[in-house]
């Protein structure tokens, strides 16, 4: 995975308020960020990953595994959470970290019991996400990459043969 950035000193651009494309530097809007040469702005930018994640989390909300490991009855807040993980990953806004902090996902995901089942049907929620924003051959593979390799390292439990969901 890459780094994520933690360097404070520097406005950084947000996702969240009515306005999310400009940033406001000592009370005067400044040029907007420019993530022309991030994967993230390449495939289209926080209307793809907007898309990509709601998508997703249909399917999160359709399974019922997946689903339980979810307190929140409304599921807005942690698809929020991860649209802005995947945009501060993928080289667009920092909103993760100046909401957050670092992302730590074994850390955030200990609390769950993440068999190889659950990393599977993650993975095809997933994929619906993938498809319905229909990404270049390039960039679909290089995001599938990093999502099966995330995926993979977030099992922390084995399977349970009794388990029918």
């Given at each position: 995975m890459l780094p994520i950035p933690t360097t404070r000193g520097r406005q950084l651009p947000s996702t969240t308020g009515p306005a999310a494309s400009r940033t406001v530097v000592n009370g005067e809007e400044a040029e907007p960020a420019d993530y022309s040469d991030t994967f993230y702005g390449q495939i289209g930018g926080h209307e793809t990953f907007k898309k990509m994640i709601h998508v997703f989390y249909q399917g999160i909300a359709a399974d019922p595994l997946l689903r339980a490991m979810y307190a929140e009855e409304d599921l807005c807040p942690a698809e929020h959470r991860m649209l802005m993980?995947?945009?501060?990953?993928w080289g667009g806004p920092r909103t993760y970290l100046e909401e957050r902090g670092h992302p730590r996902l074994r850390m955030r995901h200990v609390p769950f019991a993440v068999t190889p089942e659950a990393r599977d049907r993650w993975l095809a929620a997933m994929r619906k996400g993938v498809d319905a924003v229909q990404l270049s051959p390039m960039h679909e593979a290089t995001l599938w990459d990093y999502l099966e390799r995330a995926a993979h390292s977030l099992v922390n439990a084995a399977?349970?043969?009794?388990?029918?969901l």
């Open positions: 993980f995947m945009e501060q990953y399977s349970d043969p009794a388990q029918k």
